[in-house]
């Protein structure tokens, strides 16, 4: 339980991000709301671009309120530092001095990049997170209703591209104006993950994470073996199958044309294949994966 304890023992306002953490928890408590009925908690509150819902049972009041009073402190330390949508976020610093200087980063950034470079191997880099540039390109084009022409996407795609970012054991560092990280698509399977693993060393037996498309639960209900759960429909927001999930699982779903989501107000972001440069043409609407895990 070695990675749990980092999150418990870890300060919750670490780093030089301290006012964006601050207004992020601000903004994520204003919206928490908590129930209780028997042996059952819940949590529901606006983080990471999505309404989540935090779900554990125990016969312990004290552990339920230990995890309750850090779960929602380290989420928002966690969006802050890694929504690029955040100003002071470690993604924007690390955008914003392109070019410029050196990013130092911590084992958590580490290992998120490290997952990143792994991802793109594995998928021959259909998944790339350096595809800002590409992303902002269309989501204009779709603000303004005219397509982007071919030399503005290649023009964007000269800055896309794993190998390009320069890295060293601590430090990232982007070699080009305009080039941009976004790491927003890890962001809630590794939440998901992380607070499982809070949960469990408080004593937590049986927890489920709701993160609308992406989700993690650890042992199964006192009154069952399976939670029952919405999963919603990426291609018709609002939709949302209802399935029963076992009692370890990871679920992520994802359009395959879109990726919506919320922090102040709604908007979508088209996904991109940053191989080409152009919106995915392969007649898949809906992606839902399971796995053990989210993230680790």
């Not at 503005?152 to 070699?175: D, S, T």
């Not at 992520?252 to 919106?279: F, K, Y």
């Amino acid at each position: 339980m070695k990675a749990s304890q980092g999150i418990a023992e870890a300060p919750v306002w670490a780093g030089s991000e301290g006012g964006s953490n601050l207004n992020v928890w601000d903004r994520m408590r204003a919206s928490v709301r908590k129930q209780r009925t028997d042996e059952r908690s819940s949590l529901t509150f606006l983080a990471l671009g999505s309404w989540c819902r935090v779900t554990y049972e125990t016969r312990c009041e004290p552990a339920a309120s230990a995890f309750a009073s850090q779960a929602i402190p380290w989420l928002a330390a966690f969006e802050a530092k890694f929504a690029r949508h955040h100003p002071g976020s470690l993604v924007s610093r690390i955008n914003h001095l392109a070019e410029s200087s050196w990013v130092v980063l911590d084992d958590e950034a580490e290992r998120m990049l490290s997952v990143c470079e792994e991802l793109k191997l594995i998928t021959q880099g259909a998944f790339d997170p350096t595809v800002l540039p590409l992303t902002e390109l269309w989501m204009r084009a779709g603000r303004e209703a005219i397509p982007p022409t071919t030399d503005e996407i290649e023009e964007a795609r000269q800055l896309v591209g794993w190998h390009q970012l320069k890295r060293c054991a601590g430090g990232v560092f982007p070699p080009k104006v305009g080039m941009g990280l976004d790491l927003d698509t890890l962001a809630q399977a590794y939440a998901t993950d992380r607070l499982v693993q809070l949960a469990e060393w408080h004593g937590l037996a049986c927890v489920m994470v709701d993160f609308r498309r992406n989700k993690r639960c650890k042992g199964g209900p006192i009154r069952g073996s399976r939670w029952p759960i919405q999963l919603e429909s990426p291609a018709a927001p609002g939709g949302a199958w209802s399935i029963d999930i076992g009692a370890s699982v990871a679920l992520s779903a994802c359009s395959g044309v879109r990726r919506h989501s919320s922090i102040a107000g709604e908007w979508d972001e088209p996904i991109i294949d940053p191989r080409t440069g152009r919106l995915p043409v392969h007649g898949c609407h809906d992606v839902v994966v399971s796995a053990a895990s989210g993230f680790l």
